[in-house]
């Protein structure tokens, strides 16, 4: 596992850390302590982290079950906060997902595909494909924040 911080200087952005993961259910909750922590710079509604903590929960857990199946592999996590919003963006490489096949109909939902919506309907803005270099996939989601 291993964490890295930075800060956007200049740009008028808040920190933005980066954390991998090995892809293991165990590990998932490092991920939402590392949320609580970054929710300290800038407090958060009990709404908001709430709905955060679900989605990256969803996310890491989609990426972890799906991503490597009993294989070895790490899930990667950034987290960015911004004066006006939150925003996560969740990846692995893993063979990546149809996106338009995780809507809810009946296949999905015998199989438990409710983790794409769920994060969609507690999100503001949401957006899902293969990572930049073209394997694996990438989630990324955003949560306005109350001025």
């Known amino acids: 596992m ?6 956007a200087a200049g740009v008028g952005y808040g920190p933005t850390v980066r954390l991998t993961i090995p892809a293991k259910p165990e590990y998932i909750t490092l991920v939402r302590l ?26 890491c857990s989609n990426s972890v079950r799906h991503g490597y199946g009993d294989g070895e592999g790490t899930v990667e996590i950034l987290y960015e906060l911004q004066p006006d919003r939150f925003v996560v963006e969740v990846a692995d490489d893993g063979p990546g997902f149809d996106v338009q096949g995780d809507r809810g109909d ?22 899902a494909g293969d990572r930049s270099d073209g394997h694996g996939s990438r989630l990324r989601f955003v949560k306005f924040l109350d001025n």
């Open 2 to 7: 291993s964490a890295h911080t930075q800060s």
């Open 34 to 59: 590392a949320l609580s922590g970054l929710s300290r710079l800038r407090p958060l509604s009990e709404e908001t982290l709430g709905d955060l903590k679900l989605a990256v929960t969803e996310a």
């Open 106 to 127: 009946e296949t999905d939902l015998e199989e438990g595909g409710l983790g794409i919506a769920i994060i969609k309907a507690v999100s503001d803005e949401f957006e």
